[in-house]
């Protein structure tokens, strides 16, 4: 099956800073989605994005299908930006490993 | 609020027992998928229903079983539970395919 790899597998930021997460796949793909799975372990839908980009305040998501990977870019990030954040793919949605987010006040 | 909604929201129970989760789809949505995150498995895809009927199938064993009812909830039934068995579960719906949208899970803790 399709693999999912996602880096920097953790990432610690101090609040304000910027940072750009990834997630390669294996094979081509067309679903992609990116979730925030908070502190208290809710999984947000960030984005559904099997291509292009799109953006959401200080977040945004670019998917180059044709190079196999996706980019999750986090602006001025937050402490409440805190958390593991997943790709998954596919019509049965596998998940990557995730990155988790550490934002420092 | 993603409209999905998990019942119950813990649940501890003893080796050998079997349990029940009940997954409420959103108003709308025709696909219900669970799915197992554990410490050292990460979010594992088990189980999908599309309208009452099983669409697609991952790594669930044996031991568990799902299924979709006509008014379209779902539940994800455990049995002969085992300590590794403990980890959240997750279901999530949508219209057909994907996006998903995940309901806040079951934390399952075995005993």
């Known amino acids: 099956g399709i693999q999912v790899e996602q880096s920097p597998p953790d990432l610690i930021l101090q609040e304000g800073a910027n940072s750009t997460l990834r997630c390669n796949f294996s094979d081509s793909v067309n679903n992609l989605q990116w979730f925030h799975q908070n502190p208290w372990g809710q999984l947000i839908n960030l984005f559904y994005i099997p291509s292009g980009t799109k953006q959401n305040g200080r977040l945004s998501a670019t998917t180059v299908a044709t190079e196999r990977y996706s980019l999750l870019y986090i602006s001025s990030s937050q402490t409440t930006d805190s958390g593991v954040y997943f790709c998954a793919v596919q019509g049965d949605m596998r998940f990557g490993a995730g990155t988790r987010l550490t934002v420092k006040p | 609020d993603s409209g999905v909604t998990q019942t119950p929201k813990h649940l501890i129970t003893a080796t050998g027992q079997r349990v029940t989760l009940r997954c409420s789809p959103r108003s709308g949505d025709l696909s219900v998928y669970w799915y197992q995150q554990s410490l050292d498995q990460g979010l594992q895809f088990l189980i999908q229903?599309?309208?009452?009927?099983?669409?697609a199938k991952g790594n669930i064993l044996e031991r568990f079983s799902a299924q979709q009812f006509p008014d379209l909830h779902s539940e994800l039934n455990l049995s002969s539970l085992e300590l590794g068995d403990s980890a959240l579960y997750f279901c999530?719906?949508?219209?057909?395919?994907?996006?998903?949208?995940f309901g806040n899970g079951t934390r399952l803790t075995v005993t």
């Open positions: 229903y599309y309208n009452g009927e099983e669409r």
């Open positions: 999530a719906s949508s219209l057909s395919g994907p996006p998903l949208h």
